[in-house]
């Protein structure tokens, strides 16, 4: 079956543009995750869903970040005023009920702030 | 919050050696150990975890031992092939969903 997904794989935008990241998750799952990875370093956790509901934003840099998951299926981060330090990997990964499940990652997108 | 210490940060082996990671967590309510795999480019990738009330965990060439006490996990890949050449990252859970990663070890197998 078809694994998470996630548009477009690489964005580039000015400095103080928005940009929207999206995430299509394996489907069924209820979990769903956006890391941020920057060049060299491991993902770091930005926010977590389950279906529709956002239990837990507490990794987001700051208030330009806005995640949201309406349907509880695709997932959109949209990022606002993008700055250079926003420069990195965003990473979409979806989870089966279970706790213990593999979190699938998706390829990512690659933001480049100019 | 957790977190995650993984050492080497690079490491270079001889076809058919073994390689060794160790990583060390903070919090004591980490229950769930996972190791990914990511190639350049690729999506990270899962390729042994282990849950906290085991020690030891073998998969064919990989194998990831803990120790609650101590706080620590180790990744172990045997007989090591080109393809094994990859950044690895360990992982921990303090709760039930909030992965939080070591910085990754580059390991290169010289043919």
């Known amino acids: 079956g078809a694994g998470v997904s996630q548009s477009p794989r690489y964005k580039v935008a000015k400095r103080g543009q928005d940009v929207a990241l999206r995430c299509d998750p394996i489907s069924g799952h209820v979990s769903l995750f956006w890391y941020q990875q920057a060049l060299g370093q491991g993902p770091e956790f930005l926010t977590y869903f389950q279906n529709e509901a956002q239990l837990d934003k507490s990794g987001l840099p700051s208030d330009r970040f806005f995640a949201e998951r309406p349907e509880g299926s695709v997932s959109t981060l949209k990022i606002q005023r993008t700055q250079q330090e926003d420069s990195a990997v965003y990473l979409c990964?979806?989870?089966?009920?279970?706790?213990?499940?593999?979190?699938?990652f998706g390829p990512g997108t690659r933001l480049t702030v100019l | 919050g957790e977190n995650v210490e993984q050492h080497p940060s690079t490491l270079s082996v001889q076809e058919g050696d073994s390689a060794v990671i160790k990583c060390t967590y903070s919090?004591?309510?980490?229950?769930?150990f996972p190791w990914y795999k990511q190639e350049l480019g690729k999506r990270p990738q899962l390729i042994i975890d282990?849950?906290?009330?085991?020690g030891e965990k073998k998969d064919q060439r990989i194998a990831v031992t803990l120790n609650k006490t101590a706080k620590h996990f180790s990744l172990h890949i045997t007989e090591t092939q080109p393809e094994d050449s990859a950044v690895y990252f360990c992982?921990?859970?303090?709760?039930?969903?909030?992965?939080?990663f070591g910085a990754g070890t580059t390991v290169t197998v010289r043919a």
């Open positions: 282990i849950r906290s009330n085991v």
């Open positions: 919090d004591s309510a980490s229950n769930y």
């Open positions: 992982a921990a859970i303090p709760n039930d969903y909030k992965l939080s």
């Open positions: 990964a979806s989870r089966g009920l279970a706790v213990y499940n593999e979190q699938f």
